[in-house]
């Protein structure tokens, strides 16, 4: 089985930063991308920031210029820095990972999510 889990979320006031952090282990033979989703209650599910193997990144609109996304292969670990904070960006943080090179064996798996709450 493959398991994904988050850390680092908690609360920042507006203008903090967070640092949350993904890791993924289990059966897998490779990892195409890894990245984040956030939901809030009442709203859709949006992309935050993925990356994938070549390292290329992509980021959520509502998010640029204010996190960055990194990876480190070797531990099958993805991070999301968050600076600039705002109660906007409340939301559960589930981390997105997806194994397999080719879309006809490609598996994707999701964590349960932290929560980061941005308040004054």
């Known amino acids: 089985q493959v398991q994904v889990q988050e850390s680092g979320g908690g609360l920042a006031q507006p203008g903090g930063s967070l640092r949350l952090s993904c890791s993924a282990s289990?059966?897998?033979?490779?990892?195409?991308?890894m990245g984040w989703h956030r939901q809030a209650p009442g709203r859709r599910r949006e992309l935050v920031a993925v990356?994938?193997?070549?390292?290329?990144?992509d980021y959520g609109d509502a998010v640029k210029g204010r996190f960055t996304i990194s990876r480190d292969s070797a531990k099958n670990t993805v991070y999301l820095q968050m600076n600039s904070l705002k109660a906007e960006d409340t939301a559960v943080y589930l981390c997105n990972v997806l194994t397999g090179t080719s879309i006809f064996t490609r598996n994707s798996y999701w964590g349960q999510g932290t929560p980061v709450t941005v308040s004054s």
């Open positions: 289990g059966n897998f033979r490779s990892i195409s991308a």
């Open positions: 990356e994938d193997r070549d390292g290329t990144k």
